[in-house]
């Protein structure tokens, strides 16, 4: 059942988070101060449509955002996100006791990590290559990462 939410803040994740009856519910590819339409299941819904965006969305650099599980905040923008970020080391640093400067989060170019973790399943077809897709199993094939080295994408292919 879809039901009405204004997300209210970023989790630890990257998930919007909106207050409703019965807590909080973490509704994937949202932002902050969004009106969104979801379908709920207990504590967790899944994004139908965007009602009103925040005026920090932006187009996700990556086809295969909200599907292959990797990247999380794509759609938020660069200078909010790296904002977000060392908001969340100040305050983990803070829930230990240590205070201490922080320095502004260094942003990466597209096509320099270095890591990514990929799945792999032998099927019928042949050999199934990707990325595994948020809270499931299933293995998400793609044809390019535009946060990879190339040399890493090069090898999805072969």
């Known amino acids: 059942m879809s039901a009405r939410f204004t997300i209210a803040r970023l989790g630890s994740q990257g998930d919007g988070i909106a207050e409703a009856d019965g807590g ?44 292959c599980g990797g990247c999380a905040l794509q759609h938020f923008e660069a200078e909010a996100y790296r904002q977000w970020k060392r908001d969340k080391v100040v305050q983990a640093l803070k829930a230990k006791g240590i205070a201490c400067e922080v320095a502004a989060v260094v942003p990466c170019a597209p096509e320099t990590r270095r890591r990514v973790v990929f799945s792999a399943r032998r099927t019928e077809a042949g050999m199934l290559l990707g990325f595994v897709r948020a809270l499931s199993s299933e293995i998400i094939p793609i044809e390019e990462c535009p946060i990879s080295l190339p040399a890493i994408v090069a090898a999805l292919g072969r």
């Open 24 to 67: 909080e519910v973490f509704v994937p590819f949202t932002l902050p101060g969004e009106t969104v339409t979801a379908a709920r299941e207990k504590h967790r819904a899944t994004l139908m449509s965007v009602l009103e965006a925040s005026p920090l969305r932006i187009d996700p650099a990556c086809r295969h955002f909200t599907e």
